[in-house]
């Protein structure tokens, strides 16, 4: 029993490691907002066995265009990060 346990772990950890390959490959040609609506489309069918694991391997891949895409919706010119670090 517990070898079939631990077979499957093994097993799952393999399959989200495809995840994570895969967003990661697609992200060379998808924007941000691509990839989070498959990573949603991949939690929404299920198929993710440890979702905590593909998303802190990706988050930052997945979180790319949204800090420009919010600054552009509220008319914010410039770097947020720029002007972070020009004030300390």
């Known amino acids: 029993m517990k070898h ?9 950890l393999v399959n989200d490691k495809e995840y994570i390959d895969a967003i990661k490959e697609v992200s060379e040609f998808a924007s941000g907002y691509q990839l989070r609506r498959l990573f949603v489309t991949l939690l929404s069918m299920n198929t993710i066995s440890k979702p905590d694991i593909v998303w802190n391997s990706t988050w ?8 420009y895409q919010k600054r552009k919706e509220m008319n914010l010119p410039g770097n947020l990060y720029c002007d972070l670090f020009n004030s300390i």
Do not use: A, E, N, R
């Open 4 to 12: 079939t346990k631990m077979l499957v772990m093994f097993w799952d």
């Open 60 to 67: 930052s891949i997945l979180c790319d265009g949204i800090l």
